[in-house]
């Protein structure tokens, strides 16, 4: 009888602890997952598109880390060797600076298979062939300005120097992933040798900002209260305060638009790896392509991806465009600049 009831001690026991591994295994597959993407309509996108189907498929939970992409980049950096971040997105430029301070882990076809969704331009390998980001959408930076009053369409970036806007204009700052390549791409349309950028800082130095904003969704405010009438702008920003019925509109000036991407990429030593990768290859179906066209105008970079017309005409590329029609810049040229370029802003843009 001691035996018996030893051995139902036993298996009482050995069931219990069967059930406690089961159930921890179940939390670890749970385990919620930190993603770092933007604030604004682009995190409520990301949020829908990507973030809600992923935690339907999985039960895992998204728990979103606002910032841009400087933010994050500061955060990655300072969480090296221990991230809580298990997922980032960062723009183009601020991407290949996070890979190259070994922040990032290689995505792979085998564990992330819808990679191969991906056109052939918007997979970024590194010197070493890793895949260290991959794109989900690109947009541009043009002229937005207010309707109400600005009867036309700006036809040149001149425009911005307009004295009937003085006050009201807004442009990015070096905080933002646009400044710098803004000041470049103004160095480029104005014929203006990288090696001495001192006419662009002369005549950005004239122009009479409302403010020189530090995100897009800070730029979109300016917009909404009225504070800005006119400026450089993302199409994604400007169409969605149109979308609201705000008098906003977007031109594509004479001397053209730069355009960047926004991209993915796995931290490395994330905290959950398999619930990161899996939530990137649902950023990579063409549902959610599709879902960010629809809601942020995002070109996008999975393969035969269709969208409407009333969104095909809102794309970077405009109507019938692809990849291949967008004014994407050198990064790794852009990234040898950002310290000098940070340095003369501050010297000589701010300070009046």
């Known amino acids: 009888m001691k035996a018996l009831n030893k051995t139902k001690a036993f298996n009482k026991y050995s069931a219990a602890a069967v059930f406690g591994a089961m159930a921890m295994a179940t939390a670890a597959q749970a385990q919620d997952l930190r993603v770092a993407w933007y604030g604004g309509n682009w995190g409520d996108a990301f949020q829908s598109c990507i973030a809600d189907p992923y935690t339907k498929a999985t039960g895992i939970k998204v728990i979103p880390e606002i910032g841009t992409s400087n933010t994050t980049l500061a955060k990655l950096r300072q969480q090296k060797g221990q991230p809580e971040i298990d997922v980032a997105f960062l723009d183009g430029g601020i991407s290949e600076l996070a890979d190259a301070d070994g922040l990032l882990r290689p995505i792979k076809l085998d564990s992330v298979p819808n990679l191969g969704n991906l056109q052939k331009p918007a997979v970024y390998k590194n010197g070493g062939g890793d895949n260290f980001a991959g794109s989900i959408g690109y947009y541009s930076l043009g ?23 003085a006050g009201a204009v807004v442009i990015p700052s070096p905080a933002n992933s646009a400044g710098i390549p803004f000041i470049v791409f103004l160095a480029n349309i104005w014929k203006t040798p990288l090696s001495d950028l001192t006419p662009v800082y002369q005549k950005l130095k004239k122009l009479d900002v409302a403010a020189y904003f530090d995100s897009s969704g800070a730029a979109s405010n300016s917009f909404q209260s009225g504070e800005a009438v006119i400026g450089a702008h993302f199409n994604v920003g400007a169409w969605g305060l149109a979308d609201k019925g705000l008098p906003i509109g977007f031109s594509v000036p004479k001397e053209g638009v730069w355009a960047t991407d926004a991209r993915v990429h796995l931290v490395k030593g994330s905290p959950n790896q398999s619930g990161a990768e899996k939530f990137i290859n649902q950023a990579f179906t063409k549902e959610s392509a599709q879902c960010l066209a629809k809601n942020l105008y995002l070109g996008p970079a999975v393969k035969d991806v269709q969208v409407d017309a009333s969104v095909q005409e809102k794309m970077p590329w405009g109507v019938n465009g692809d990849i291949s029609k967008l004014n994407l810049l050198d990064w790794s040229e852009i990234n040898k600049l950002r310290a000098s370029i940070t340095d003369a802003w501050n010297r000589e843009v701010v300070r009046k």
């Open 143 to 165: 002229i937005a300005y207010n309707k109400k009053e600005i009867s036309k369409a700006p036809a040149s970036w001149e425009e911005l120097w307009n004295p009937d806007y």
